[in-house]
């Protein structure tokens, strides 16, 4: 096979999408709904996870609709049997698993002295050990036939430190160190890992905060964008520590 000039373009197996198996957990709304949306108009076939049905259910239709292949499943990505049977169901319904998109997340958060127990941990449940659970379960088929992408959607809030953010920036930092991890883990296995830490993104969980001018904030597109991105690079390029993505203008009314 010709080597591509200096000033030709890639293209083949590392560039082109079409045929690969995805999971994006909590994909039914969002950043995820964005990602997942992007994946199947690539010609991904894209397994659409989260806990409420209703949501993936119509993200995997718009798929469908257009020509795609997806399929909702419904799984809680902190427990342990939901994760292990999200990624079983990948494999039974496309037979491989080349991409894992770690997306689903809770906010919250307090000052770390009066913290309430049981929001750390419900935090650090959905946030970290979800990731860790989707990755236990995903690498061992990945490192088997020595190739995989994951990608994890962390947080502005995963390298900054906010007071009053806790968990939910314990979380991220501690995402982010996971990514870590699994990259040097596994990359003589053929498995690249992506973290994205985005600034204000205009969700379910962010639209309705006092003070933010949406207009100003990211779109779920901006970050599908960078997905994409990051999965079509040639399998021998690494670009790695977290990458922030943030926009010019300060979304917060009133800052400076």
């Not at 096979?1 to 999971?23: N, V």
């Not at 169901?89 to 913290?115: M, Q, R, S, T």
């Not at 100003?216 to 990458?243: H, Q, W, Y």
Request: hydrophobic share 40%.
């Amino acid at each position: 096979m010709q080597k591509p000039g200096p000033f030709q373009a890639r293209s083949g197996p590392d560039t082109d999408l079409r045929g690969q198996t995805a999971i994006v957990t909590g994909g039914g709304t969002g950043i995820g709904q964005a990602v997942a949306l992007a994946l199947g108009a690539a010609g991904v076939r894209v397994v659409i996870a989260g806990r409420r049905l209703g949501p993936i259910q119509a993200t995997a239709q718009r798929i469908l609709d257009a020509g795609g292949d997806a399929l909702p499943i419904q799984a809680d990505v902190s427990q342990e049997a939901d994760a292990e049977r999200l990624v079983r169901g990948a494999l039974e319904a496309f037979g491989a698993l080349d991409i894992l998109v770690n997306n689903a997340a809770v906010d919250g958060g307090g000052y770390i002295h009066d913290h309430d127990i049981a929001e750390w941990d419900r935090i650090m449940a959905n946030n970290l050990r979800g990731p860790f659970l989707m990755c236990r379960f995903a690498l061992p088929h990945m490192r088997a036939r020595r190739r995989g992408h994951i990608i994890n959607i962390s947080s502005e809030s995963g390298v900054e430190y906010y007071e009053g953010n806790g968990a939910y920036g314990v979380s991220k930092h501690g995402l982010n160190a996971l990514g870590e991890y699994v990259q040097r883990e596994n990359q003589a296995h053929g498995i690249r890992v992506n973290t994205i830490c985005p600034g204000m993104v205009v969700t379910e969980m962010s639209r309705d905060l006092p003070g933010l001018d949406l207009d100003l904030c990211l779109m779920p597109s901006d970050i599908a964008d960078l997905v994409t991105f990051l999965l079509t690079r040639s399998e021998n390029i690494k670009i790695g520590l977290p990458i922030l993505i943030q926009t010019m203008r300060n979304p917060w009314a009133g800052d400076a």
